[in-house]
Nanobody, 118 residues
Framework: VQLQASGGGSAQAGDSLRLSCLAS????????MAWFRQAPGKEREFVGA????????EYADSVRGRFTISGDNTMNSVSLQMNDLKPEDTAVYYC????????????WGQGTQVTVSS
């Protein structure tokens, strides 16, 4: 499985950005597509995920209500819509997927930088 993330960039606080992730390869057995982020000097943290078959989503408390994950009908193209951005959203964002094990993400994209200034 290969993941390609795109769409990062710079924004002002309150702006919106949209990240995309394109998955290829043997994705049919995966349970969910997820987004993580890692800010400088911090641990990588979970942002949210969308379940491949059900299409349901879950989010970290820090982004719930501001970020939305959606996917196409194959769930091989997934987007992260980020609204009302805050400086604390500054991080490298990664998309990830599993190989059928719930919340065991073993495939990762290369990361895309999001920088939010106040």
């Amino acid at each position: 499985v290969q993941l390609q993330a795109s769409g990062g960039g710079s924004a002002q606080a309150g702006d919106s950005l949209r990240l995309s992730c394109l998955a290829s390869g043997r994705t049919a057995s995966s349970y969910a597509m997820a987004w993580f982020r890692q800010a400088p000097g911090k641990e990588r943290e979970f942002v949210g995920a969308i379940r491949r078959k059900a299409g349901t989503t879950e989010y970290a408390d820090s982004v719930r209500g501001r970020f939305t994950i959606s996917g196409d009908n194959t769930m091989n193209s997934v987007s992260l819509q980020m609204n009302d951005l805050k400086p604390e959203d500054t991080a490298v964002y990664y998309c990830a997927t599993d190989n059928g094990r719930v919340r065991y993400y073993e495939y990762w994209g290369q990361g895309t930088q999001v920088t939010v200034s106040s």
